[in-house]
């Protein structure tokens, strides 16, 4: 089955802000077809497709989107809350202070359960 959405087109209105039906509906495409691409092209680029956190109805489970860095130095991993803020080029490491070694490791989505479950193992 060939795309029959242009990627391109889709994020301009992704960013827009405008809703997933609406979308559909300019693209000649259905809700979940759309919901579909976001989540895949989320997947390859997370940075590029942003959750919409004003998304109506949605505003109750804002993802708390964060950094995960790796220091050689230290050898400890550290997470880094992800916020417009925040200039991510200059993470240091915690322990050592140090910029070269740290290593931007991943980036993703950390839910509440996760969360907890790090904390007691910590
Ligand atoms: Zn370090």
């Known amino acids: 089955m060939k795309p029959m959405v242009d990627r391109e087109q889709l994020h301009k209105l992704f960013l827009s802000g405008k809703p997933l039906a609406e979308i559909a509906k300019e693209l000649g495409s259905t809700h979940g077809a759309i919901r579909t ?4 092209e989320r997947l390859r680029n997370p940075l590029d497709w942003p959750h919409r956190v004003n998304y109506p109805g949605k505003s109750a489970e804002q993802p708390l989107m964060m950094h995960l860095y790796e220091c050689d ?32 490791k991943c980036y993703g989505r950390f839910v509440p359960t996760s969360m907890a479950s790090q904390a007691e193992a910590m």
Do not use: M
């Open 37 to 40: 691409l976001i989540y895949q």
């Open 73 to 104: 130095e230290c050898a400890i991993t550290f997470a880094v809350e992800d916020y417009e803020e925040v200039d991510h080029s200059a993470t240091a490491c915690p322990i050592c202070g140090g910029e070269e070694s740290v290593k931007d």
